[in-house]
């Protein structure tokens, strides 16, 4: 089978889902360095893809699945951050999406979006969201920058590093510096 072929039907570079372990998140079809087939999820890392019924375990996925958790703007401008990617039943691309506005999650048809630049607006769409998952009080004190001494620091929750309070926001409620790839602050520290 040569490379230009789809193997098992699936396309090389699209994004799939295991039908039996959505857990393991949304992953992207590759050749490895040694040329096999294999899938790497986002949750449980690369798995290789060895047989027809393998394969048929795996459903695509819209492209924006690869902005899964992450802020984006959509072809009409909101801004959102993507839960889950779809396709509907006729077709086209169907997003589970959280936003500022009520209600806070909810499914958009979007034909295109970009990755959000960092700004006041995406670091604080992904603090809310951290805290809705939390069950925290959302936008309570808002996001800053900081009133305080330079502090450089990693996200105890993505392990992300070179936060740093004099370029990246601070939570209103706690004063931590927010992580822009997580939004994880300080409020859900244990």
Known sequence: MSRSEPPYGLIIGDYYTHTRFPEWGVGRVMYD?????????????????????????LLPVPAGAAYINKAVRLNDGQLVIILNAHFSANG?????????????????EADSMTPAQKSQDSIQLMNEWFKFKKNLPIGANGIRLS???????????????????ETDYECGLCSWIICPSCGACGCGYR
């Not at 360095?33 to 375990?57: E, P």
């Not at 086209?92 to 958009?108: A, C, M, N």
């Open 33 to 57: 360095l040694k040329g096999k087939l294999v899938i790497d999820f986002s949750r449980s890392g690369s798995k290789r893809i060895i047989s027809q019924s393998a394969a048929q375990k």
């Open 92 to 108: 086209s691309p169907s997003y589970k999406v959280f936003r500022e506005i009520e209600p806070r999650i909810t499914f958009v």
């Open 147 to 165: 009133k305080s001494h330079h502090r450089v620091t990693h996200c105890y929750r993505c392990f992300k590093s070179g936060l740093d309070n």
